[in-house]
């Protein structure tokens, strides 16, 4: 049984930082391609950070150079550090474990950004 545990979510001034752990069972982080998403209210969930197993990086254009995602094998856990947090990245953050066209999904962690 696959699970993926999500946290680290809270709220965060402007220009804070955060770092998002997803804590995987059932399933090998460094044999999946590994993502976060978010999903804002009213909005659709979109892509945000990609680690692929031969751990190239993708990132989504409005985060690039802010946000970093990291594997720890070792904890079999996903990580994303996000830095200068802005008002618009409030959102529920949720990790995503694919292969094969198979996904699994995380129950989501809410960051808020706010003064």
């Known amino acids: 049984q696959v699970q993926l545990v999500e946290s680290g979510g809270g709220l965060v001034q402007p220009r804070g930082s955060l770092r998002l752990s997803c804590a995987a069972s059932g399933l090998t982080v460094s044999s999946y391609r590994m993502s976060w998403y978010r999903q804002a209210p009213g909005k659709e969930r979109e892509s945000v950070a990609i680690?692929?197993?031969?751990?190239?990086?993708s990132y989504a254009d409005s985060v690039l150079g802010r946000f970093t995602i990291t594997r720890g094998n070792a904890k079999n856990t996903v990580y994303l550090q996000m830095n200068n947090m802005k008002s618009e990245n409030t959102a529920g953050y949720y990790c995503?474990?694919?292969?094969?066209?198979?996904?699994?999904w995380g129950q989501g962690t809410q960051v808020t950004v706010s003064s």
């Open positions: 995503n474990g694919e292969t094969g066209g198979t996904n699994y």
């Open positions: 680690k692929r197993i031969d751990g190239r990086t």
